[in-house]
């Protein structure tokens, strides 16, 4: 079955340190999406691209944080430097080309810590 | 500005019955799309069904129906002889218009954790 495939699982990490999360949207989808989950806020989105072309993102912290997509198979979302509040699950998700991409795939997250 | 509210942050049910959660919305537009996701402890977001806001028709795929009140805003998830497998984090969700481009996300509720006891 295809699937969202994110790496990696878990990531435990000092303050200070930069993180880099990727994303293998499926295949044939042009639409990815970055959703971060939190107990407080819930799920948020922090940036999303289109045909790899970032159209928002008006959800993530400019300062600290880049996402990018240097190719049609790999969506990228680094943290430079990590603060503890950014600890939180970290989703990617794909839309289906075409449409209105509303049906969204979502990988199975990579849970950061960060000390 | 578009809003999806889950007003039960938990609810239990037997295994075999049956149970209802809740979700209320607010939208301006006519024609849109509603879901279900479920995020079992594995933490994937799981796509349960969806319903499309023009069809009359309530939605259904297998043990799962929705009950679609348009005029209500009212968005239920029904889960039929419930299986120790149920049990997850439900969360309703509804698309809206990113501000550029035709691009469209997902406003997701709060979520509501469901038990399946044996």
């Known amino acids: 079955d295809a699937r969202v495939t994110q790496t990696p699982r878990h990531k435990v990490t000092e303050m200070g340190q930069e993180v880099t999360m990727r994303c293998q949207p499926i295949?044939?989808?042009?639409?990815v999406f970055w959703y971060r989950q939190t107990m407080m806020q819930g799920l948020e989105l922090l940036a999303y691209f289109r045909n790899r072309a970032p159209l928002d993102d008006s959800g993530m912290p400019k300062d600290r944080f880049s996402a990018e997509m240097p190719d049609a198979t790999l969506a990228t979302l680094k943290i430079q430097p990590s603060e503890p509040r950014d600890s939180a699950v970290y989703f990617c998700a794909s839309g289906s080309p075409g449409g209105t991409n509303e049906k969204l795939f979502f990988g199975s997250g990579t849970q950061l810590s960060v000390l | 500005a578009q809003t999806v509210t889950q007003s039960q942050p938990e609810m239990s049910v037997q295994e075999a019955e049956t149970v209802t959660l809740s979700c209320t919305y607010d939208t301006s537009e006519s024609d849109y799309y509603l879901f279900w996701y479920k995020q079992p402890p594995s933490r994937q977001m799981i796509l349960v069904i969806r319903q499309e806001a023009y069809k009359q028709q309530n939605a259904t795929e297998n043990r799962f129906s929705v009950n679609f009140q348009k005029a209500a805003k009212s968005f239920s998830l029904k889960i039929s002889d419930s299986q120790l497998g149920d049990a997850a984090m439900y969360f309703c969700a509804l698309p809206f218009n990113i501000s550029s481009g035709s691009a469209r996300q997902l406003t997701f509720g709060s979520g509501t954790q469901l038990t399946v006891l044996p």
């Open positions: 295949l044939g989808h042009n639409t």
